[in-house]
């Protein structure tokens, strides 16, 4: 069974940083883009950054600078260094399997949520003022 299981969100005040992990299993991992995504209160699901199998990322606007994602092949696992979280961060963070193409096609298409497949169960992260 495909499973990936996202972690390492929390509670943490404005100008803050976490760490969150996707850890994955039951599937090619080389074969898949990995992407995170957020989904606040009321809102719809939206892209944040995504990661080829060659490591070519990209990230929107609104975390660009803030945000890093990366990848480990060899422990099939991506990560999203969060810092200098805002209160407009908090949500629940999902990171679920996509089409394995560069960078290039997500900074042109965007990250849709109908293009990645298998989903983990978020993990929530809070920013407080």
Avoid: H
């Avoid at 069974?1 to 969150?20: E, I, T």
């Avoid at 810092?83 to 042109?108: I, M, Q």
């Amino acid at each position: 069974d495909v499973q990936l299981q996202a972690s390492g969100g929390g509670l943490v005040q404005v100008g803050g940083s976490l760490r969150l992990s996707c850890a994955t299993s039951g599937f090619t991992f080389d074969d898949y883009a990995i992407g995170w995504f957020r989904q606040a209160p009321g809102k719809e699901r939206e892209g944040v950054s995504v990661i080829s199998s060659d490591r070519t990322t990209y990230c929107i606007d609104s975390v660009k600078g803030r945000f890093t994602i990366s990848r480990d092949n060899g422990k099939n696992s991506v990560y999203l260094q969060m810092n200098s979280l805002e209160p407009e961060d908090t949500a629940v963070y999902y990171c679920a399997t996509g089409p394995n193409l560069k960078a290039n096609y997500y900074r042109a298409a965007g990250i849709k949520v109908s293009e990645f497949s298998s989903w983990g169960q978020g993990t929530q992260v809070t920013v407080s003022s």
